[in-house]
């Protein structure tokens, strides 16, 4: 029997106008009754998170920022990255044109005065910015660096940096133009696993959605694990089922038929 339930948003639960079903909320009180907890599982920030679910934010868990910043059952577990790290990916980050650099805090997400090609991308992502000159100055408890790369990060960003940090650093790709990077060992599928360690739920009562690269380790912590259909090819191995694509309400369907159904 499924107890618990983690999805990515983009390109999983949200739309490609990111947009949440709204059948979404009319499974929630479904799934709570069947005592199903409901966990969203993003690169997104959490204040956003709470933003996107508006009313129902306060029915649901969090795994925010890659596992970075995970609020659950009232608990709110931060990794920080350390100082020194944080001087030295920065200065790194100055080698790489195209790019747009944001600290993600406790108290803000920080970023220096970007060009109009970055509007979108960042204002979609993260609603409590606080624009500064210079990010080494910044300071607070920042427990991700996330990089906006509008020239392909897969290519170009996360390369550069993977071969100078991959040994201090995680580094994951989570969208079509931005890289995240955390402290060691930190992921979604980490995060996923203190929960259900907390809960007391097994992978096998555990399924999971995600389409991206920054997916692999969520979905290896549940039997139920779902690769959406739109999906690059090289994602599918990593899923058990696949659903159907985030624009055909993919995650809503599945949930549906093995769990409420």
């Known amino acids: 029997m499924i107890r618990l339930i983690a999805?990515?948003?983009?390109?999983?639960?949200?739309?490609?106008?990111?947009?949440?079903?709204?059948?979404?909320?009319?499974?929630?009180?479904?799934?709570?009754?069947?005592?199903?907890?409901?966990?969203?599982?993003?690169?997104?920030?959490?204040?956003?998170?709470?933003?996107?679910?508006?009313a129902a934010s306060e029915k649901i868990g969090y795994i925010c920022d890659n596992g970075?910043?995970?609020?659950?059952?009232?608990?709110?577990?931060?990794?920080?990255?350390?100082?020194?790290?944080?001087?030295?990916?920065?200065?790194?980050?100055?080698?790489?044109?195209?790019i747009q650099v944001l600290l993600c805090g406790v108290h803000a997400t920080y970023h220096k005065p970007y060009t109009p090609e970055f509007n979108f991308e960042i204002g979609s992502y993260y609603v409590n910015r606080k624009i500064v000159d210079d990010l080494m100055t910044v300071e607070d408890d920042i427990f991700k660096v996330a990089i906006c790369d509008m020239n392909n990060p897969e290519t170009h960003t996360y390369p550069y940096l993977n071969e100078r940090f991959s040994d201090t650093l995680s580094l994951q790709i989570s969208g079509r133009a931005w890289m995240d990077v955390m402290g060691k060992g930190i992921n979604k599928g980490v995060a996923l696993e203190?929960?259900?360690?907390?809960?007391?739920?097994?992978?096998?009562?555990?399924?999971?959605?995600?389409?991206?690269?920054?997916?692999?380790?969520?979905?290896?912590?549940?039997?139920?694990?779902?690769?959406?259909?739109?999906?690059?090819?090289?994602?599918?191995?990593?899923?058990?089922?696949?659903?159907?694509?985030?624009?055909?309400?993919?995650?809503?369907?599945?949930?549906?038929?093995?769990v409420l159904s």
């Open 68 to 98: 970075a910043f995970v609020v659950h059952d009232g608990d709110t577990s931060i990794k920080s990255i350390p100082q020194p790290l944080i001087r030295s990916l920065l200065q790194a980050c100055n080698e790489l044109d195209g």
């Open 7 to 54: 999805s990515d948003m983009d390109g999983s639960l949200l739309d490609d106008n990111k947009k949440i079903p709204a059948e979404f909320y009319e499974i929630l009180p479904r799934l709570k009754q069947k005592g199903v907890s409901f966990v969203v599982a993003s690169g997104r920030s959490y204040c956003t998170l709470k933003d996107n679910f508006g």
């Open 194 to 258: 203190k929960i259900q360690q907390s809960m007391g739920i097994t992978p096998e009562e555990t399924m999971a959605f995600g389409d991206f690269y920054n997916d692999i380790e969520l979905l290896s912590r549940a039997d139920y694990s779902f690769v959406m259909e739109n999906s690059n090819d090289d994602m599918r191995q990593y899923g058990r089922f696949m659903a159907s694509s985030n624009n055909n309400a993919g995650v809503i369907k599945a949930i549906k038929k093995y």
